[in-house]
């Protein structure tokens, strides 16, 4: 046996319906195969997906067998609105990363119930307890490029930085994943993701 | 020979789907990976019912061009036709959710008695942990009971690798087969190895009555169930998928399904014996694994089926189900704390408050317009009992105006039933509430009784053209068939009439007021009336490439009323200096909210000009 034996990543990635977290987390899923691994990826379809948070756990290595990341053993968290960081960053072991778009969609506040102010300062209190946190303009750099719809791309490209897999790999992931019509915006959208964190971090 | 090698010996002939065998491995879904089966296995159709987490194997099926896959009126429907396209010598599939089989056990339950002519799978898709379902309900209890053998995968490669070992297990025992998945197979996606479509005979049907005419032959078939259940026995005890992964020789684990992964993870090194089949129970197998350790481990998702089988055959060194929870989705945290006292990490909820997202009607829903207004008619006393489908949510905030939901179809009897006993008093006045695909899969007879029984009694078809739901599948009233091919088209209206009921109102929901009043004579009618609250779900394709306005506020005319907000539309957020703040990128232009808004704050685009 040759091979360096590695540890099963874990990542774990949340939003709102719509925000394109399935689509991430497959291109992610593509991109550790396309780097000869093992991948898993399970989400829940259904009525639990109609405008409520939604989340998609994906883990890689070797041998990978639950298709579920264990709570309190995901390496990253891929956040792509503020609250849904906040909601599922229990699953992070001690001192994990949360790569988080810089983004608030506010649950709607239904007439005649109670009101529900929506947290303040979640990047704070998500490092003070301990977590690391990449705010990225994920929206914002989504909006330069004339699409916001590609603001998942532009935070995934940011989580590129965090996981060991290779340049072609993550290219390889979203021509599988993403239409081919708007593949150039996304690989775009993927490049200025992947630079902002690198540029920021060094 | 074993069983699932012989598949893959035999060479594929004149193959139509260049495309899919040039790839050798891709991440699938266990639905996919089922639906790629069926195509190896050489399968000429598949039926099926939509229901979560079952729905993506007949849509993947219906995107190759070798078989045949078709949406049925019902899951009873499906495996009636999957009998009878086995009965003419082919292979069916057919797919359902877990309560799906409740619907189609009817037919489950007899056909083992004569038996399969082609192959014939059933898979049963179950639901732990109720994310999009109204029970939990364990169905390997349903091949025990219709005495079919259970097989039941680990991966999507599996899920894959099954089918056609569910085939042939199938042809060479004359018996239906189930393959049962649960949400983290069907929906969790892996690597698959894919192979090669094999050609299958079509089998000749010849005519066979004391075997194919159940009932007046039933006494003497009836041996024949036990005698195959025997020799499939034999089979599961040297099935190549019931195996011994050898470990560490102290911990010895008896784990099935997804549990078996889950186990992996928090017990890496124990033995395990996996079982691929359940039932019939390779229960000498088991007895020989169980002796070499002073305790089993026995890990499985949902009730104690294996352990039941261990226990039956006098095997008690065992620890199952008095650790790992019965009740809801297993998963590794859950294992890691009830096997080593590992504590479940819990959210920061407890610091810092974490406001929920509860689902929600989409934009534009026309069953929001619906429960707006039977929200406002509680107060005459209307009981709404409803049914299954998007408008279930009409019974949660800011509505709550849908009572009682169970299963498919029931809303019709419960209606006519709560009318039936409330008739002298008119204390309540009960309303039906069903969607037109349900009302189609299970509504019909009930309301055929509902026109024979000539009492009050009101049924309310919440008619949006498509089964929404599950992801706008083609139903009898859509005219289109799973392929998208025109077909048939029901007439919704003229079938209530051809049932018998003469009170019919038609109504575009979107209008409020036309809305209710239509509603109130209904109730008000003398004998059993429908209403078809008719407007196609926004989500269907054509209705989303409409190009649709936005509503515009009229600032200075807002009297800050709150009529708008009330509807819960999504792209309303409420401020009580400013009134409603209108989301433009998500409004729809539905009109609701200015319909409601009386000094005409809110107005379309178009009014401006």
């Not at chain 1, 209190?125 to 603001?151: M, N, Q, S, T």
């Not at chain 2, 179950?126 to 349903?142: A, I, K, L, T, V």
């Not at chain 2, 039936?420 to 019909?444: P, Q, Y």
Request: charged share 25%; aromatic share 6%.
């Amino acid at each position: 046996m040759n091979q360096i034996q590695r540890q099963t990543t874990n990542v774990l990635m949340a939003g709102v319906g719509g925000q394109g977290v399935l689509l991430a987390s497959e291109a992610l899923a593509l991109a550790a195969l396309a780097d000869g691994m093992e991948a898993k990826q399970s989400e829940v379809h259904g009525v639990a997906q109609r405008g409520g948070s939604v989340v998609s756990h994906v883990r890689f290595g070797q041998r990978v067998y639950s298709p579920l990341i264990r709570c309190g053993e995901a390496d990253v968290l891929y956040a792509a609105e503020r609250l849904e960081a906040l909601r599922y960053a229990h699953y992070l072991r001690p001192r994990g990363r949360i790569v988080l778009n810089d983004h608030v969609l506010k649950p709607i506040q239904l007439p005649d119930e109670p009101e529900q102010p929506y947290p303040e300062a979640i990047p704070e209190f998500l490092r003070g307890k301990g977590y690391e946190v990449d705010l990225i303009p994920a929206l914002e750099i989504a909006l330069e490029l004339g699409e916001k719809r590609c603001a998942n791309v532009v935070l995934l490209g940011a989580l590129s930085t965090r996981l060991d897999l290779s340049d072609q790999a993550w290219r390889s992931g979203l021509e599988k994943r993403v239409p081919e019509r708007i593949l150039t915006l996304n690989l775009e959208a993927f490049a200025r993701g992947r630079g902002l964190v690198s540029a920021s971090a060094g | 020979m074993e069983v699932g090698s012989q598949t893959r010996q035999e060479t594929k002939v004149g193959s139509k789907a260049k495309k899919k065998s040039v790839a050798k491995k891709e991440l699938m879904s266990g639905n996919e990976a089922i639906a790629r089966g069926a195509w190896e296995a050489g399968v000429h159709f598949v039926t099926g019912y939509p229901g979560t987490p079952s729905t993506e194997i007949l849509e993947t099926v219906a995107t190759y061009e070798d078989i045949e896959a078709e949406w049925s009126a019902n899951e009873k429907v499906a495996l009636d036709v999957g009998m009878g396209i086995s009965l003419a010598g082919q292979r069916a599939l057919v797919t359902m959710k877990h309560v799906g089989v409740n619907v189609a056990a009817d037919s489950l339950m007899v056909y083992p008695y004569a038996g399969c002519i082609g192959g014939l799978v059933l898979i049963s898709a179950d639901d732990p942990g109720m994310h999009s379902s109204q029970n939990e309900q364990d169905n390997r209890y349903f091949a025990k009971f219709a005495k079919v053998p259970l097989l039941e995968p680990m991966d999507p490669q599996e899920a894959k690798d099954f089918v056609a070992i569910a085939f042939e297990l199938s042809e060479r025992y004359e018996t239906p087969v189930m393959l049962r998945t649960t949400t983290r197979i069907s929906h969790a996606k892996g690597i698959v190895e894919l192979g090669e479509r094999v050609s299958v005979e079509t089998k000749e049907y010849q005519t066979d009555i004391p075997r194919f005419l159940v009932p007046p032959f039933a006494r003497k078939r009836r041996p024949t169930v036990e005698e195959r259940l025997k020799r499939l026995a034999g089979f599961s005890e040297t099935f190549e998928y019931n195996r011994i992964d050898e470990g560490d020789p102290k911990i010895g684990v008896i784990a099935s399904g997804v549990a078996y992964q889950y186990a992996r993870e928090v017990l890496p090194d124990a033995t395990y014996f996996r079982l691929g089949m359940a039932f019939p129970f390779p229960a000498e197998k088991a007895r020989a694994f169980c002796e070499r350790f002073e305790t089993v481990y026995v890990i499985e998702e949902g009730e104690p089926f294996v352990e039941e089988s261990l226990r039956l055959h006098g095997i008690t060194n065992i620890v199952g189900k008095e650790k790992v929870p019965l009740m809801g989705e297993l998963n590794p945290e859950i294992l890691a704390n009830v096997l080593h006292g590992t504590p479940i990490p819990t959210s920061h909820a407890a610091e810092i408050a974490i406001p929920p997202r509860p689902p929600l009607f989409c934009l534009g829903c026309p069953h929001r317009a619906v429960f707006y207004v039977l929200k406002r008619m509680m107060n005459q006393n209307v009981v709404a009992l409803g049914d299954i489908g998007c408008y279930t949510l009409g019974g949660l905030p800011p509505y709550s105006s849908m009572q009682t939901s169970f299963c498919m179809g029931a809303s019709v009897g419960n209606a006519l039933g709560f009318s039936m006993a409330s008739r002298e008093n008119r204390k309540h006045k009960a309303v039906g509430i069903i969607g037109d695909g349900t009302f189609l899969h299970g509504g019909i007879p009930g309301l055929l009784d509902m026109a024979c029984k000539q009492i009050n009694s009101t049924l309310v078809i919440c008619d949006n053209s498509t089964t929404a739901m599950t992801g706008q599948q083609e139903n009898p009233a859509t005219g289109k068939a799973t392929n998208g091919e025109p077909t048939h088209k029901v007439d919704l209206v003229e079938l209530v009439k051809a049932l018998g009921i003469e009170h019919i109102g038609i109504v575009d929901p979107y209008d409020l007021k036309k809305m209710r009043q239509t509603l109130e004579e209904a109730i008000d009618h003398t004998g059993p009336s429908v209403v078809f609250s008719r407007h196609k779900c926004l989500m269907l394709k054509e209705e989303r490439a409409k190009v649709r306005e936005p509503i515009q506020l009229l600032s200075e005319q807002c009297n800050l009323c709150k009529a708008c907000h009330a509807l819960g539309c999504p792209a309303i957020e409420w401020s009580d200096t400013e009134g409603p703040i209108i989301d433009e990128v998500q409004c729809v232009g539905c009109e609701m909210c200015a319909e409601l808004c009386k000094p005409n704050a809110l107005v379309m685009p178009e009014m401006l000009q």
